[in-house]
């Protein structure tokens, strides 16, 4: 079966960290680059980040620079979002994608989708 799937979404206080996992299967997830969404209740989708297909290029959201890094094992066919310092208006189902276009995180640009994996932080 072909899918992507989110994982390591959780409850957090603000401040603290969270590693999400993006795996793939029935397909090889070497040839697209793939970026991190999210999606807040009564909000749109915005790009959070994107990650070339060697993992030498990325390109992150203005709002978490600095807090959060995306990086891929090829070999595991999975891409990671490992989020720090994590704030309440980081709230939001984070959904995994691909493109075989540029490195962007335009979400026009992405034809494949997970499932999201909710990202509660709160006191």
């Known amino acids: 079966q072909v899918q992507l799937v989110e994982s390591g979404g959780g409850s957090v206080q603000p401040g603290g960290s969270l590693r999400l996992s993006c795996e793939a299967s029935g397909f090889v997830l070497e040839r697209n680059i793939v970026g991190w969404f999210r999606q807040a209740p009564g909000k749109g989708r915005e790009g959070v980040s994107a990650?070339?297909?060697?993992?030498?290029?990325?390109v992150y959201a203005d709002s978490v620079q600095g807090r959060f890094t995306i990086s891929r094992d090829n070999a595991k066919n999975t891409v990671y979002l490992q989020m720090n310092s994590l704030k309440p208006e980081d709230t939001a189902v984070y959904y995994c994608a691909t493109t075989i276009y540029g490195l962007t995180i335009n979400r026009n640009e992405y034809d494949f989708w997970g499932q999201g994996t909710q990202v509660t932080v709160s006191s």
């Open positions: 990650i070339s297909r060697d993992g030498g290029s990325t």
